[in-house]
Structure formats: structure tokens, C-alpha cells
């Protein structure tokens, strides 16, 4: 009809370029394969020249042209995705020779893959070399202006304020709102079994059975350490801690915060708790009831919550005689000390405090290793128990009983005949009595109280019979005796002496248990930077290391890659992305090689000479990166490729492909949550195998699955984040992005996130990401879930963080988004990339072209 005829009179030797397909309704589509760009292309007849498609579009503006009505559009981001993954490779006009097989086999400890890549391309490589570094626009789709500037709130990182951060945030997630309940109501009732233990033992006070009351306690004391730790387990578990540290959180910032917050949390406790212990009736001087002609049986012992009593059985007579005239008699029996003594065990266990948490926050298992960690608390806490077992022999117990009477004069003594060592005398020979206090408390060695609970309750003993109070037939004469030891230099007053060799023994045994604290926490800070921030000469050697064995076990052997996919040929655009980045690479590797020996093998990086030139490189650099996870069957998964890839400044960088392409495995290793097999990954020129701590300060990462506190609100994430940041203002802030993501409302914005949909989980960790204007952002498919509304503004705001001093990486499977954010495109499958350029570029090469659809008039028959 009329329409072929203009296609063919517009066209004319273009023909071959031009596809016509009427429909018989009237709709009509003509696909233009290619256009040409410029006059040598046009004489040469590669494609359609801009005249022939001008000179058709005139036509069918015409009047008298049967066409109604007509659009224009570019091929899609998805045709050339579906062209580039599928197995048949892309359009046969745009595939090259690839000379790579893409087979891979190691032998001893050299890779080869292949043959060469050729180094020179006859395509327009300066066209997408001069698209590598453009700064990109906005698009059609993010042109509105977000709500909020938040690329002006910056980080500023100092260990100070991250370490007020971290205490602020466990304070209030551990012991404030709703989730706190659970907390509040043991340890309450801890407290409340401490003084009802109190009372009880002065039941069965003076014996040595009270002793054994302690170990009660001894242990509510320590289960704190499992109340501390589990919230640290189960963050490790869910992936929260990981995301603490990629959100810049510093080591000297999580080692003195949980410190600090461990010991606070315990000095606490322990003081409310020992200070309610100290109450009971336990810690109150004994009566000693003058039963007389009474026939009450209980006369002279102690009923619960009375104070200990002394019954007239089991006096302790240590002098008698004649007085001024008077037969007097001279009893004594064993008091607790002050509460300084109190306040001294409450300190120093306290200390103990921060490294038990960190020597065993980081062990690995989650709640198998919490309850064995209750098992060895409670073998800690029966250790006295276990201990005495141990020297219930009686020739140990004599020469204890010897040991403690050694230094005790044979003088015998009279009521006028007394000196200050007297009252020192009576105690121990008080002591020397009790066959079971006597070894726990004056044979033990003080090295014991290392371990924190038997130093606990040594220390407590210690305190029940720190002092002697002597009371005398008849009444009054006590006193008077009392001072006249005070006279003789004793330490006395009243009718009360101090026993200063149990209050040795209790600084000895304090002194131990300060030492205990001391190896408890070098032990826990060894675990917490050889586990969670390694420093980078050990990952070097531990690396080192591995790479020999490896060499040795697998020297002469080839290993088999698992594969999903038949083979996907490699595009050429590849060679020079390629060819760009071991440019880049080349003045910082280790040994400086040619490019064809760095080809085939593992790329090593030089410290020396990329400390001084980070700012040289890109924010965001891939060379030969490699993944390789072992399979079931003792076969290895190959994820990762060889991947070179390189984000400049301002770019955002679309990384697309199937599912287990390996973007996200990508991501994960710039993000140090997992390591690389091979290979080099840098952020803003750090290099994250080994300088992680470093990286984690410029990055900022929303990972594929939301890593969130489900008991806790959106405000208290985002404050919480906003200080470990440094940002000035942390609470404007964090009501900001809450508004840029539209988390702002005041139902939602106090919401805890377990309650909050997925779309608005997915929202809060790309806020939580976008805090603190990080030099280089990976945001792993970031509007999953979300409505459309949102969706755009969350374009916009990404957009809005898309400016020259920063690079971004975007994975994502809707092309719309890749299209509307990003400024260049890189595809991967199968863990190697097969194609990279701007949207323009790719659709040009890859696409079908430009698509005319044409709306014809029903009435006329010449159409």
C-alpha cells in the first residue's frame, strides 16, 4: 500500500535496515535496525541515515498521509539484557571473534584461562572510553528534586563520639521499652533471692555450712554475663554486626564502648545486688542470748530474718579469771566487715566484667554455644565446692591447721596479761576449729581468685569473718577488756577487733581477681581484633599461608567448576573495561609485569606503592576478581570470574544479570562480608582484604536482605546510625532521610521495625546506607518491594547522592531503574562480565533498533 511505498522511496538501498510489518487493524510498526551516525557510515550504506528518516517522518506528518498517528522509541535496557545473557549470544551483527574459551585449569600454583585477550579493537573505542568517566544526568524518570539535601550531613568519624554511641544504643535496647521487661523482671527477682539467701544463712550461722550459701550469690551474679552477650550472639547471627561494621563503626569504637558498657551494666547490678545482699541479717552482729532456766528449744538459734545468734552450745570461751575481784569470762565470736569491704568486691568483680564478654562474644555457634557457656559459668560458680572435695584429706587438713597456728605464741595468757597480738590469736584459733572453713579460707593458694567467681567468693568469706567481737560473763567487762587491747596497739574499739589476717587474705585474694580481670581482658581484646578486625600483615600471612598449602595439595591436579549455564561468549566492550582497569592497576601491583603475564595470573597488590597514591585511583576498582565456594561432592561453585570493573568518580555503575550471576557476591566482597579467592577489590583506594577497617570508614552498603533490630523503632536506628556517623545534628538527621524515604510519620517513625511491612523495612536500610555521605555507596537491589510512588522518590534521592566526588554501584532486575539511575551499564553472567558501556552505547550495538508504530486511517484504501 501507500505506507510501503513511502518506505520504500524514503529508504530506498537502506532497505536492508528497515523492517515493515502492517497490521490489519490499521496498527502498523517499521523497525529501523540501525542508524547511521555519521557521513562515512551513511556513504558506506551502514544503516539509515538521518535524511531517509527525516525525510519519512515528513511524510507521515502530511496531510494527505493515511497515517493518524505515530510515535518513536529506542530499543529497551531489557532487549539488550535478553540479547547479551541468552545462550545465543547477542545479534550476529555485533558479535566478534572471541578467541577466550573461557576454560580455566590450575596446575601447581599458576592459573591459565584461555588464550590472550587481543589488546587493540578495530570498534569506536574512543566513543566508550570517553563514556567511562561522563558525570551522569538525571533522566526522565528522577528530574524531580528530592524532599530532603542529604548529602549534607557528612561523616565525621571519631572514636569518642561512636564509643557514647554504642554504650547510648545497648543501654536503651537492653534495658528500656517493651523488650526490656524480660530483664527487668529476672535480675529483679536475682536481687530479691540475694536477700532472701541473707536471711537464710543467719539461720545457720556461726557453721561452716553458711559458706556454702554463698555459691547462691556467686552465681546470680555471673548469669549477667549471658544476658550481656546473647543480644551480641544474636546480632552476629541475623547479620546486624556485620552491618555495624560496614556502616563504619571503628574497632578502638566497639572494643571500648561493650567494655565500658559491660563493666557499667555489672557495676550496677552488682551494686544493687551485694548492696540488697549486704542488708540481710547475714552482715549484722551476732546476739548471744542468755537462755538461763528458758525452756523454749529454739532459745539461742536464729529464726528466719533475725540476726545470727550465738547459742550458749557453742560459745567460745578464750580467757577467764579473776578481775578486780570478779570471775569474769571471756567469749568471742567471728562478725562481718564493713561495707567497704563490700564496695571493694563489687569494684574489682565489676572489672572482671568487660573481658569475660569479649573473650566470649565471638566464639562461634550462636545457641549451643550460649548454653555451654552456662555450663562452664555454673562449673565456675561450684568451683569452692569443687575445690574443697579436693582437700577433705586429713593429713592436708592437719598441716593446714599447722600453717595457720604457726606464728601463734604459746604464752599463756591472763585477763592482766594481755597484748594487741591477743585478739589476732583468739581468731585464728577460732578458725583453726572449723575443719571445712578453715582449708577453703586459710590453705587455699590466692592464685585461685583469678578465676572471678572463686575470687568472688573467696572475697565474700572473707568479709563474713573479717572481724572479732568478744563478749564477756558478766556483762560489761567486754569493753573494758577491748580497750585495754586497744591500748596494747590492737586494732579495736568498742568491743569489736579487726581480724587483719582475713583482711590480708581478702586484699590477696582482690588483688588476684583484679589480676584475673586484667588477663580476662587482653584475652578478650586479642579475640576481638584477631576475629573481627584482623589486622592487615596477619590477613597477609594468614593468606600467604593458605595460598602455599593450597599449592602444595593441588599441584598436578585440575579442579572442575560447577557451572549453571552452557558458555557466554564475552562481548568486546569487555577487553576495554579490561584493558582501562589494568591501566589503573598496573603502577600499583606488587611486581610490575606486562599486561599478558598479569593476564594469567593472581594480581598482587603493592602496599608501598598505593598508600601514597590512593587518590590516583578510582573510588571503586575490581582486578581479576575471583570467587569460588566449594560444592557438595567436594566440587567448587565458580561465582566470580576474573571480574575487572571500575566506577570513577560520579558515576553510577548498573550491575545487571541473572539470578546467581554474581552481582551480589560482587557487592559482598567490596563490603567485606566475604573474602575473594583471588583477585583485588579497592575502595577509595583500600583495599578490602586487608584493610577493612579502613573501608568500612568511606562506604556505605544496603545489602540485598534488610539487617535490622526487629524490637527496635525507626527513630532509634536511624539516631543510632546518625552518631555512630558523626553527623553534627544526629536527630534532624535522622528525622530527614527518615522524610526522604518516607518513614516520617509519626506512627511510622516510632514503629519498631519487626512490625513495619517489607517495603518499609527495604526503606530503612537504604536510609540507614545513604547517612553520613560515604565516598562509595553499593546499593544491592534497593527498591525491591517498593510502590511505585516511592520508588521514584528513592530515585531521586539516589540520584541526588550521584555527584562527582562519588562513585556508586547499583544491582537491580528492573531495567527501569537501571535506566532511569545510571549512567553506565555492566552485565554479568555466569560470575564473568559480558558487556559494559553507557545505555545509549549498548542499545546502539545490541538493540533492535529504533521502533516507529504507525496508527493508519481506517477510511482510506489506498492504506
Known amino acids: 500500500g501507500a505506507v510501503q511505498e513511502a518506505v520504500d522511496s524514503s529508504f530506498g538501498d537502506s532497505t536492508p535496515f528497515v523492517e515493515f510489518e502492517a497490521g490489519e487493524s490499521g496498527y502498523s510498526t517499521l523497525t529501523i535496525k540501525k542508524v547511521c551516525k555519521d557521513k562515512d557510515d551513511s556513504q558506506h550504506g551502514e544503516g539509515v541515515s538521518v535524511d531517509s528518516l527525516s525525510t519519512f517522518i515528513g511524510w507521515c506528518e502530511d496531510e494527505n498521509s493515511p497515517v493518524s498517528e505515530f510515535g518513536i522509541s529506542n530499543s529497551s535496557l531489557e532487549e539488550v539484557f535478553l540479547a547479551v545473557t541468552r545462550h545465543s549470544g547477542p545479534p550476529a551483527d555485533s558479535r566478534h571473534e572471541n578467541e577466550n574459551d573461557g576454560s580455566c585449569c590450575c596446575c601447581g600454583c599458576r592459573c591459565c584461562c584461555g588464550k590472550k585477550r587481543p589488546m587493540t579493537h578495530e570498534r569506536d573505542d574512543t566513543v566508550y572510553t570517553e563514556s567511562i568517566n561522563r558525570v551522569p544526568t538525571p533522566s526522565q524518570h528522577t528530574n524531580q528534586v528530592p524532599k530532603i539535601n542529604m548529602t549534607a550531613y557528612s561523616r565525621k568519624l571519631s572514636v ?275 575443719i571445712i572453713a578453715m582449708p577453703l579460707l586459710f590453705c587455699n593458694p590466692a592464685y585461685v581468685s583469678i578465676l572471678p567467681q572463686m575470687g568472688l567468693f573467696q572475697a565474700l568469706s572473707y568479709t563474713l569473718i573479717s572481724d572479732i567481737v568478744f563478749y564477756s560473763e558478766p556483762e560489761g567487762f567486754a569493753k573494758v577488756f577491748v580497750d585495754k587491747l586497744a591500748q596494747e596497739g590492737a586494732p579495736c574499739s568498742g568491743t569489736r577487733c579487726k581480724f587483719e589476717h582475713a583482711r590480708k587474705l581478702f586484699g590477696q585474694h582482690l588483688g588476684f581477681m583484679f589480676l584475673g580481670a586484667v588477663l580476662l581482658m587482653v584475652l578478650g581484646v586479642m579475640m576481638a581484633v584477631l576475629i573481627l578486625y584482623p589486622p592487615g600483615c596477619m590477613i597477609r600471612a594468614r593468606h600467604a599461608f593458605a595460598h602455599l598449602f593450597k599449592c602444595r595439595l593441588s599441584r598436578g591436579q585440575k579442579k572442575d567448576f560447577t557451572t549453571s549455564d552452557g558458555n557466554i561468549e564475552e562481548l568486546e566492550e569487555v577487553g576495554i573495561e579490561r584493558q582501562h582497569v589494568r591501566g589503573i592497576m598496573n603502577q600499583f601491583l606488587a611486581k610490575p609485569e606486562d599486561l599478558e603475564a598479569n593476564d594469567s595470573q593472581a594480581p598482587v597488590l603493592s602496599y608501598s606503592a598505593i598508600h601514597n597514591n590512593r587518590e590516583e585511583l578510582p573510588p571503586i576498582v575490581m582486578h581479576k576478581l575471583r570467587k569460588v565456594y566449594k560444592a557438595f561432592g567436594g566440587l567448587e561453585k565458580l561465582a566470580l570470574k576474573d571480574l575487572d570493573l571500575h566506577v570513577p568518580k560520579g558515576e553510577v555503575l548498573g550491575l545487571l544479570g541473572k539470578n546467581g550471576a554474581g552481582k551480589t557476591t560482587a557487592l559482598k566482597i567490596l563490603a567485606g562480608m566475604h573474602e575473594a579467592s583471588s583477585g583485588i577489590g579497592l575502595v577509595s583506594g583500600f583495599d578490602v582484604d586487608t584493610e577493612l577497617n579502613s573501608v568500612y570508614e568511606r562506604l556505605g552498603n544496603c545489602p540485598q536482605f534488610d539487617c535490622v533490630w526487629k524490637d527496635q523503632s525507626v527513630q532509634r536506628h536511624l539516631e543510632f546510625y546518625s552518631r555512630l556517623k558523626g553527623i553534627d545534628d544526629p536527630k534532624q538527621a535522622s528525622l530527614d532521610i527518615a522524610e526522604a524515604v518516607g518513614l516520617a510519620a509519626p506512627d511510622v517513625y516510632t514503629r519498631a521495625s519487626g512490625a513495619l511491612s517489607g517495603g518499609m523495612r527495604r526503606r530503612l536500610s537504604i536510609a540507614v546506607s545513604l547517612l553520613g555521605s560515604p565516598d562509595a555507596l553499593l546499593l544491592d537491589e534497593p527498591t525491591t518491594g517498593l510502590d511505585p510512588s516511592t520508588r521514584s522518590e528513592i530515585w531521586s534521592l539516589v540520584s541526588s547522592f550521584a555527584t562527582p566526588e562519588r562513585a556508586i554501584i547499583i544491582t537491580t532486575h528492573m531495567m527501569l531503574e537501571a535506566d532511569a539511575l545510571c549512567s553506565r551499564i555492566a552485565i554479568v553472567a555466569k560470575g564473568a562480565l559480558k558487556v559494559v558501556g553507557t545505555q545509549q552505547h549498548l542499545k546502539d550495538n545490541y538493540g533492535s533498533g529504533y521502533l516507529l508504530q504507525l496508527n493508519l486511517a481506517q477510511d482510506k484504501e489506498e492504506t
Open 160 to 434: 569518642l563520639t561512636q564509643t557514647k554511641a554504642i554504650i547510648r544504643f545497648f543501654f536503651a535496647r537492653n534495658w528500656s521499652g517493651r523488650p526490656s521487661i524480660v530483664n527487668w523482671v529476672i535480675f529483679s527477682i536475682f536481687s530479691i533471692l540475694a536477700m532472701i539467701t541473707g536471711f537464710g544463712m543467719a539461720q545457720f550461722w556461726p557453721g561452716s555450712t553458711v559458706l556454702f550459701f554463698l555459691i547462691v550469690p556467686v552465681s546470680l551474679l555471673s548469669f549477667m554475663l549471658l544476658s550481656v552477650i546473647s543480644p551480641i550472639y544474636n546480632d552476629r547471627n541475623n547479620g546486624n554486626f556485620r552491618m555495624l561494621q560496614t556502616q563504619s563503626m571503628l574497632e578502638p569504637s566497639f572494643i571500648i564502648g561493650t567494655s565500658l558498657y559491660s563493666f557499667m551494666v555489672m557495676f550496677i547490678y552488682s551494686f544493687i545486688f551485694l548492696t540488697l545482699f549486704f542488708g540481710s541479717s547475714i552482715f549484722r552482729t551476732a546476739v548471744t542470748p542468755d537462755c538461763g532456766d528458758n525452756s523454749d528449744s529454739y532459745c539461742g538459734y536464729a529464726k528466719f530474718g533475725d540476726k545470727p545468734t550465738v547459742s550458749p552450745y557453742s560459745r567460745s570461751e578464750v580467757l577467764s579469771g579473776v578481775y578486780e575481784g570478779n570471775d569474769v569470762t571471756i567469749f568471742a565470736h567471728m562478725a562481718p566487715g564493713g561495707y567497704e569491704m563490700i564496695f571493694g568486691i563489687i569494684l574489682v568483680f565489676s572489672l572482671t566484667f568487660p573481658g569475660a564478654v569479649l573473650s566470649t562474644s565471638f566464639l562461634p555457634g550462636f545457641k549451643m554455644t550460649l548454653v555451654a557457656l552456662g555450663l562452664v559459668l555454673i562449673a565456675a560458680c561450684i568451683s569452692p565446692v569443687l575445690l574443697l572435695l579436693r582437700m577433705m584429706d586429713p593429713l592436708f587438713i592437719q598441716n593446714c591447721t599447722l600453717d595457720t597456728l604457726s606464728d601463734v605464741s604459746e604464752m599463756e595468757y591472763s585477763i592482766e596479761s594481755i597484748d594487741g597480738a591477743f585478739a589476732q590469736i583468739v581468731a585464728r584459733q577460732i578458725m583453726a576449729n572449723d
